[in-house]
């Protein structure tokens, strides 16, 4: 039974589209994160939650949305898509961001996003 | 600026040797220090973590040493097993920023010869 699952695991689409990954964890955790894994294998964060409340948000472009309908999930949403997004996104959850030390946090099987 | 540095992009060692991958971070603020594996179409796991106060925390084969004068940390693995052969990615955290965040090193890939 997968902890952290995301859909779709690979994702293949033009310039200009909008498309969305979801990802859902079924541990319980109170907070969720969203990762990007460039070219050069740096694994970035871009956003976090907890309990819905947004938590982390770095400086991405507006075109990547978040969603949380509840703590379970956490959607990542991309407008416009343009060559320059095409990454491996990586979901993670961990128990609560304010548990200090044991923080640990749980990744997904990420999905690769090609932009064309 | 890249505030968490893993130099050496690979690492090979025989079965039954130690393998040794190194970090170097530049932010002093951080104070919590992780270490996750990654195998090929799969998301890091977490490995083993050691907080500022300490200067080395073992867990069977892993052993991380930290050394905050240096700003520098490294994993031990002893005995290197081929199941071992995979990505490993350093990450640092400032505990009282209070936000969770991770900072991620570009990963080191270790292959463990038999």
């Known amino acids: 039974d997968t902890a952290v699952s995301q859909t779709p695991k690979y994702l293949v689409t033009q310039m200009g589209n909008d498309k969305s990954i979801k990802c859902e964890q079924n541990?319980?955790?109170?907070?969720m994160y969203w990762y990007k894994q460039d070219s050069k294998k740096f694994l970035k964060i871009m956003f976090s939650y907890n309990n819905k409340e947004l938590i982390i948000n770095e400086t991405v472009p507006n075109r990547f949305s978040p969603k949380s309908p509840d703590k379970a999930h956490l959607n990542l949403h991309i407008n416009s898509l343009e060559l320059g997004d095409s990454a491996v996104y990586f979901c993670?959850?961990?128990?609560?961001?304010?548990?200090?030390?044991?923080?640990?946090?749980?990744f997904g099987p990420g999905t690769r996003l090609t932009v064309l | 600026d890249q505030q968490v540095k893993q130099n050496s992009p690979s690492l090979s060692v025989q079965e039954g040797r130690i393998s040794i991958l190194n970090c170097d971070y530049t932010?002093?603020?951080?104070?919590?220090f992780l270490w996750y594996k990654k195998y090929p179409a799969e998301g890091p796991t977490f490995l083993i973590s050691i907080s500022s106060i300490k200067d080395k925390n073992e867990d069977g084969r892993f052993t991380v040493f930290l050394n905050k004068s240096a700003k520098h940390l490294s994993l031990h693995i002893v005995p290197s097993q081929p199941g071992d052969s995979a990505v490993y990615f350093c990450?640092?955290?400032?505990?009282?920023?209070?936000?969770?965040?991770?900072?991620f090193g570009q990963g080191t890939t270790l292959q463990v010869k038999p």
């Open positions: 993670a959850s961990s128990l609560n961001f304010r548990d200090t030390y044991d923080n640990e946090q749980f």
């Open positions: 932010n002093s603020m951080f104070d919590y």
């Open positions: 990450a640092a955290s400032h505990i009282s920023g209070n936000t969770g965040k991770l900072i």
């Open positions: 541990l319980g955790h109170d907070t």
